[in-house]
């Protein structure tokens, strides 16, 4: 299951996973994707190596602007990926 995480100025949608147990670590998967006249941008990060998985449609400047969030989001996404996601009132 994906939870939604925030919504970006140019319509990127950000994701992320529940905790994800693999080789007694705990994973996050988070989901980058923006609409385009023909289809998607998206890209794809797994937490806590910041290992890129899929990349389609994103410069490369836009790649490090989201690295670089992820690393001052990451305790908040392990956070509420282990809550199930952001509980708004």
């Excluded at 925030?6 to 988070?30: C, N, P, R, Y």
């Excluded at 990060?45 to 989201?66: A, H, V």
Aim: proline residues 3%.
């Amino acid at each position: 299951m994906m939870y939604p995480y925030m919504t970006l100025a140019d319509e990127t949608e950000i994701v992320h996973s529940q905790i994800i147990e693999k080789d007694g670590m705990k994973k996050v998967i988070v989901n980058f994707e923006r609409p385009t006249e023909n289809g998607f941008d998206s890209a794809r990060c797994e937490l806590p190596d910041y290992k890129w998985t899929e990349r389609m449609g994103y410069s490369d400047e836009e790649i490090e602007m989201f690295e670089e969030l992820l690393h001052s989001n990451a305790h908040l996404l392990y956070k509420y990926a282990e809550n199930g996601g952001i509980q708004i009132a």
